[in-house]
Structure formats: C-alpha cells, structure tokens
C-alpha cells in the first residue's frame, strides 16, 4: 500500500513542482481599476415563479432524487452563469494581479560580452476590465445549452457505465483544452438495492410497495412493530413526542423528508431512542413532485467509504477490519407518498400538534402509537466492491504553481440528478474551457494553479472527494489553498445563500458588490450585495456548513478554506 501512495503522491507532486512556469514572475504596477460590475443577460428569458424546481431548502439535506425541473434550458443556464460569475470574480480578485508584467529569461548573444545582455519585460495587456470583458465573451448561453445537452444522462449511478460515458467525456473534454489530465481510482463499497430480493413493507398482512428507492447503507434484516408518525424527526419534533407520551421503542416510525437536516441525521436522531426501523417520504407541503417519485439517499452519518474510515481506499488495500461509527444500527427505507398514505391512514393515535401537520390527501393527522397496525419493514440492500474514477484537470498558476485552487463537482447521480451532478459538471466543463482559452488565446496568467476536480459517488456522502483527500491529505493541507464546490448552485430562484470558512466571508462579500443580480432583483443595475442590503450580511447570507454539504470534507478533513453557494427557492 505505501509504495501506492507513494507513488501517487510523488505523480502529484511532480504535477505541481514542475518548471514550465516556475521561471515566470507577475508583478503588480499598483494600479487600480474603477468599480466594475459584471452582468449575465438573457433577453428573452423570464424566471417563473410557478414553475417547479427540483427540490425546496437547501440542497445538501433534500434528497438526492427528485423530478427534473420543467423550467427550459436557459432559465437554468441563467442562474448557473449568474453563479460561475460569482465564483470567477471571486478568485480573480483574491489570486490575480491587475496590470501585472512578467520578465522573461535573459539571453545572451552569442557576439556579446557575457553580463552585458538585457533582460526583456513583456508587459501584459490585461486589466481587470479586459478580464471580466473576456469572462462575459467566453461564458455564453448557447455554449452552456450545448453542454447541457452533452452532460445530461438519464441515469449515471457511481461506477455504472453510463458514469464511465461521463467520466471519459470529462477527461476528453480537459485534453481537448490541452490541460493536463488524470484520473484517480478508489475501490470502494457502496451499498445498492439487491434487484433478486427487492425490499419490502407491509401494513398488517397488506405489502404497501416494493420500492425501487433505498437509503444506501442501512442496516439490513426484517423488522416489525406499531407504527408511528414523528414528523421530521428532529431534535425538537422527538422531544415533543416525548412530552406527549408516545412510546418509541421497538416501534417502526416514519418520518417525512426535510432540506433542513439529513436523511442520516433523521436516522440517527430515531435510532438514539431505540426505534427498530425508520420509513422516510415525501410531503407535499415540502416538496413538488409525482406520487410515484421515488426517493434514494444515504443514511451514513459521515463522508467517505465507511469501510476505510481514515484510510484511503486505494487498489484493493487491505485494512483491519472497520467501520465507521456512524453507520446506521436500525434499518431504514424510503417509500413513496402512495405507500405512506396507506399506512399514516391506519395507524390511529392522538391528533398531531399543529407543527407536524403535512399535505397529504384524505389523511387525518395522527401520531399512532400502541392502536396502530404492526408495520413490517424488509431490508435487503448489499454491498458491492465498485470501482470508481474521479477526473482531474489542470490549469497551472504562473507566480505559485505549487498552490491551487481545487474546483469540484459531483459527476453520479441517482436518476438525473439534475439540479446538482448535470449542472455541477456543466458548470465545471464550461469555467475550465473559459479560463483556459483565457490563458492560450488572450495571455491570462492566473496566480496559483487551478484545479477543475469530477468527483464520483457523490451520493454515497462524498466518498470519491474524501477519498482523495484521505489518500493526499500530506501534501493538499499545506498545498490547496480554497475548495469550491459547484453541487447544486441552482435549486431555486429566490434567495443566493452560501456556506463557506470564515476565512472567506469578506471575499464572497466584496464579490457580491461586483456582480449584478441574475435573476431580475429590483431596480437595474442592482447587485447581488443589494439583496440583503441593509441588513446583517452574514446572518442573511451564510448557513453553517454541514456533513452532507460537498465541501464539508475539504474544510472538517484538512482544514482547506471552503465554500459552497447557491440560489434557493424562498
């Protein structure tokens, strides 16, 4: 195992130690440009308010599962490229020198003294308004349509074939920018539904579904007991339970699915009180969808393979035998809003308090409890050795190429995974072809190195970016200098929200005062900062970053500066 990771660790290094750029120098002249504001336009696009987005709340907690949104192409197109401007101006303001020049290698003439040679300056013709000028060029709607098209898959599950179409396209997709690329392989256990024993759930002797949705890593068996409703499931909701006297253990509870805290956190607040299986759905007061959408998820409470938990899960290594303690004890699965209004209708009880109330159907709220039908929940998920790549791309700094900023964005996705793995690689695709025609065509020198990262079983918990970090985490804590997530930066067309270090917050501050709002906000010519003008900043913009957040691993694992952003429906 070490001469593997040695070996990968020294491919990396020789990555970013190399010469070709270490001998050029940028230096700023001092000047600054006027307060400029970079704005995306889509003239003939209006954002609907009624049109159905993929999920509502935030994004890391939903899941992972929905419809894909009825809004076209371009009213996607026009929030993502409101957002990438986000990004883009960011970085450049914290890593470019405006105005810089580079001194070139002095050469001697072969009929000269040797010293008396002189040293060439080539200044760059770059400003700061030539490059945001260059940006609103390059970064254009039909080129994000066109590349919508050629991500979009109908289904790409992590190490399936169709996320190996996907992988080969990104990497062809680097090469083709003369980048240079690599993939970086893990073998891993992902948990999957066992298509020769399908999961089941009955309601007395009546099965309510065989579902096709399931919550990968659950524990697996039969269990059986009264049912009864929690809402949520969280801290508070439990605690009302509690208070109500609604005995919870040994029983089967079923919970509705929520933007606010994970389906491995609804888990493993129910699995604390002693209840022997869980069944989460979809309400329709939270989410907008079809009664037969089916739901998938995971419910480890952690990131990465929970079978090499710490250890990077290289080229079948072997490691002691272990598991991550935040795998589930108790068994847990989705069903549908069909399924679940059979049995909320026969599980009898108290009335709800008003907080727990839904949207379902013809279904008087109640909490079930000892009148309640026996629940029989069947869970017969297995694990699989799966192999899986992530794609890596660089584009290499010109003042700092050993220190880069890693761009990431999940490629796997259960069903389309719109929202978040299509547009997160679309995205991706689209700043990398950007900056680096930047760089061939039109002299862009970025500061540090940036690296453009397609990470794969994104939606077992960041298993392909934690195990990336976990196999160079040596070299990537003192050599990664910001990660920046791109998972599911449009799910709404309301409110921009991010979750970053603080580190980053005066960043992302002054860089919503250089970029006017995509999505129609006010009087023209207002900015992102003009949305939650007058009011505090941080309470109105920054949420806490959490587990299931895609950053999450980069800043909790190594300390790496990280941010995420997003807009949300409101």
Not at 238 to 243: A, D, F, G, K
Not at 366 to 389: C, K, P, R, W, Y
């Amino acid at each position: 195992m070490a001469a593997t990771i040695n070996q990968a660790r020294s491919a990396l290094s020789k990555m970013f130690n190399s010469e070709r750029y270490s001998h050029f120098t940028l230096q700023s002249d001092g000047e600054e440009d006027g307060g400029s504001h970079v704005e995306v336009r889509l003239s003939d696009d209006v954002v609907d308010d009624h049109a159905p987005s993929e999920q509502v709340g935030q994004p890391g907690g939903s899941p992972s599962y929905m419809p894909r949104p009825q809004q076209n192409y371009r009213k996607v197109c026009y929030l993502a490229l409101g957002t990438l401007f986000i990004f883009i101006i960011g970085y450049l303001i914290g890593y470019v020198s405006h105005h810089s020049h580079r001194k070139e290698p002095i050469t001697c003439d072969s009929e000269q003294e040797v010293g008396v040679a002189e040293e060439a300056v080539v200044e760059s013709s770059l400003s700061w308004n030539d490059i945001t000028s260059l940006l609103a060029q390059r970064l254009t709607p039909d080129a994000f349509n066109s590349r919508l098209s050629d991500v979009e898959q109908p289904d790409h599950a992590a190490g399936s074939s169709a996320d190996g179409i996907l992988e080969y396209r990104v990497f062809d997709s680097f090469k083709s920018l003369e980048m240079e690329a690599w993939t970086d392989v893990h073998h891993v256990q992902l948990q999957t539904a066992n298509s020769q024993k399908p999961n089941r759930v009955l309601i007395g002797q009546e099965e309510v579904g065989q579902p096709k949705g399931y919550l990968a890593y659950s524990a697996t068996g039969k269990a059986q007991g009264k049912a009864v409703y929690g809402n949520y499931g969280s801290r508070e909701d439990l605690m009302l339970l509690q208070t109500l006297k609604v005995e919870l253990n040994g029983t089967v509870i079923l919970l509705r699915a929520t933007g606010q805290i994970s389906l491995a956190q609804q888990v493993a607040n129910v699995a604390a009180l002693g209840v022997s299986a869980v069944l989460i759905y979809l309400d329709p007061k939270d989410y907008k969808f079809q009664p037969t959408t089916e739901l998938y998820g995971h419910v480890h409470l952690g990131s990465g393979d929970p079978f090499t938990p710490g250890f990077p899960s290289f080229n079948h290594t072997q490691f002691p035998p272990t598991q991550s303690s935040g795998l589930p004890t108790v068994l847990a699965q989705s069903i549908t809003v069909q399924a679940a209004v059979k049995i909320l209708k026969r599980i009898g009880g108290p009335d709800c308090p008003p907080s727990f109330k839904g949207n379902l159907d013809n279904v008087k709220c109640t909490l079930g409890g000892a009148s309640s039908e026996d629940v029989t929940v069947e869970v017969n998920n297995m694990l699989q050795d799966t192999e899986i790549h992530n794609v890596f791309g660089v584009i290499k700094g010109f003042i700092e190429p050993d220190r880069y900023v890693v761009l990431g964005a999940q490629r796997d996705a259960w069903g389309p995974g719109y929202a978040k793995a299509t547009v997160g690689t679309t995205l991706l695709l689209e700043l990398a072809r950007a900056v680096s025609e930047m760089v061939h065509i039109d002299g862009f020198r970025p500061r540090r190195s940036l690296v453009f990262a397609s990470w794969s079983a994104g939606e077992y918990g960041c298993v392909g970016s934690t195990e990336w970090l976990e196999g160079f985490f040596s070299s990537l804590d003192r050599r990664a200098f910001t990660y920046i997530s791109l998972d599911g930066v449009v799910t709404g067309h309301g409110e921009f929200k991010a979750s970053a270090s603080p580190l980053l917050y005066s960043l992302l501050e002054s860089t919503m005062k250089e970029v006017k709002n995509p999505i129609g906000f006010g009087e023209s010519g207002k900015s992102l900062y003009d949305q939650v003008s007058g009011v505090n900043f941080e309470r109105a913009v920054f949420e806490p970053m959490k587990m299931e957040d895609s950053a999450y691993p980069f800043l909790a694992s190594s300390g790496i500066p990280s941010l995420s952003f997003r807009f949300v429906s409101q």
